[in-house]
């Protein structure tokens, strides 16, 4: 079973899957039906089966999108105009119509439903985690895993602040072995001087 642990955003980047332990493998997740499936599930998707060759090949620009938004993010710069254009217009292929729903006890909410269907839905949904974000969310949270191998796009929630992996257990502890066996063997080397 595939898990999710980020934004759909930062997890339509990290799709563009590197070998955290260094190998230089790489995948792209969207060719892999069990990771689309999980994902699209968390869309909304509305259609039976995958999407089509073309339909994603737009996922992958949309994520080629995020990435460079990302990347300038990281950098310390705004966005650029050209990439926040064309974040708009996969929102706008994708509208929501509000609906009032009522919860038990009489309470009620606004649920927001998608319009578009199929792909345009979909992306639609992922660009509006990103739009929430550079409105409303804290950008200083978003960073890159701390393992140079991996590079996975992460969201810090932690109330710390302090969150440095994408995957403690993985990356986090490859890379503490690693820099523990670098000391180990630097120590061994100084005493056979």
């Known amino acids: 079973m595939v898990t999710f642990a ?4 930062a997890e339509l980047i990290n799709s563009d899957w590197r070998d955290y332990r260094g190998s230089g493998a790489r995948e792209d997740r969207i060719d892999s039906a069990a990771w689309l499936a999980a994902f699209l ?5 509305d259609r039976g089966g995958l999407p089509s ?13 995020l990435a460079r938004m990302v990347d300038a993010l990281l950098a310390g710069g705004p966005v650029a105009a050209g990439d926040r254009a064309a974040l708009n217009r ?4 994708a509208p ?3 609906e009032l729903a009522e919860a038990p006890a009489g309470v ?10 199929g792909i345009a839905a979909v992306a639609g949904a992922v660009a509006a985690t990103f739009a929430d974000l550079l409105a409303e969310g804290d950008v200083s949270r978003v960073g890159r895993c701390a393992n140079p191998d991996c590079g996975w796009v992460i969201y810090d929630a ?3 602040r302090t969150r440095r992996w ?6 986090g502890n490859l890379i503490k072995v690693r820099r523990f066996r670098e000391r180990r063997r630097r120590r061994g080397h100084r005493r056979r001087s």
Request: proline letters at 2%; hydrophobic letters at 40%; a positive charge.
């Open 6 to 9: 980020e934004p759909l955003w």
């Open 41 to 45: 599930r968390r869309t909304g998707w």
């Open 53 to 65: 060759g073309d339909e994603r090949k737009a996922l992958r620009r949309l994520r080629s999108l």
């Open 90 to 93: 996969v929102l706008a292929r």
């Open 96 to 98: 929501v119509v509000r």
């Open 108 to 117: 009620h909410s606004v649920r927001l439903l998608a319009a578009a269907r």
């Open 158 to 160: 932690s109330r710390s």
């Open 166 to 171: 994408c995957n403690a257990a993985e990356c």
